[in-house]
């Protein structure tokens, strides 16, 4: 299926996976609706897309943890393209570290974006999508929502709920409502996430595993994203599970 002259949000859109997937939409024809805390980087996106790609851009500075920012956001893209066909929910943080050096203000972060984040984006676009009774909605979720390891106690708990959650909103919205639901759960993403962990405790024993691994891109999330939008609209594609090939676990 086409998505040329479809409109989706991308929250996180600054850098990253948020940016690749941005960018890859846009070049398949895609209207982009860019959102994230950093309004610089977001002009600047918007401006190599206005450039490079076949699709249009609007900025639209917000925090995911602000209901009244998602609001804002739906609003602004309702005025500038009528419909909002995708929701990706990709804005996330990935402060590691042991529960035992308690990093509680750490914790309350994760909570706070990588879950109510999501819950705040759904419930913005939801009205939109029941009316017209059509869209998807992409949650990034992680590998580490499926396999636990030492320091990602609070990290892989955050995933694990948006994976549940996605499963839960697939099936109560798509058979009745025609509104797609995606897990994307990569693996280890050479992304700016892991500068997020302050725990040195943690970054000597686990990062140093990942240092002779050749890890995932950004684009590599951002192709499995576009994947997920160009189904048939009776496809649903409930979770990408993407790993690094040297990644064992």
């Known amino acids: 299926m086409s998505i040329k002259g479809k409109t989706a949000i991308i929250t996180g859109a600054s850098s990253g996976i948020g940016e690749a997937t941005a960018i890859k939409l846009a070049k398949e024809g895609m209207n982009v609706v860019l959102t994230a ?3 610089d980087k977001l002009n600047e996106l918007k401006s190599k897309i206005e450039k490079e790609n076949a699709g249009k851009a609007i900025v639209v500075p917000a925090d995911v943890t602000k209901k009244e920012d998602l609001k804002k956001v739906v609003e602004k893209t309702k005025e500038a393209f ?5 929701l990706i929910n990709n804005a996330g943080l990935m402060p590691l570290s042991y529960v035992k050096n308690l990093h509680t203000d750490e914790w309350d972060k994760m909570v706070d974006v990588n879950i109510k984040g ?3 984006g759904v419930a ?3 009205p939109t999508m029941l009316d017209q009774k059509s869209g998807n909605i992409v949650n990034i979720s992680s590998s ?9 106690a609070v990290y892989c708990a955050t995933k694990s709920a948006v994976r549940m959650f996605s499963e839960g909103l697939r ?4 058979p009745n409502y025609n509104i797609n639901v995606t897990s994307i759960e990569p693996g280890f993403v050479d992304t700016s996430l892991t500068e997020t962990i302050t725990d040195d405790e943690i970054k000597d024993d686990l ?5 002779e691994m050749t890890p995932l891109e950004a684009e590599d999330i951002a192709e499995a994203i576009f994947y997920s939008l160009s189904q048939p609209k009776r496809a649903n594609i409930n979770d990408v599970y993407i790993m690094p090939t040297e990644q064992a676990q």
Do not use: H, T
């Open 37 to 39: 805390r950093s309004e």
């Open 82 to 86: 009528s419909s909002i066909d995708a």
């Open 118 to 120: 999501v819950l705040n």
């Open 124 to 126: 913005a676009v939801l």
């Open 144 to 152: 580490a929502g499926r396999k636990i390891y030492p320091g990602g």
């Open 171 to 174: 099936q109560e919205l798509a």
């Open 207 to 211: 990062l140093s595993n990942f240092k």
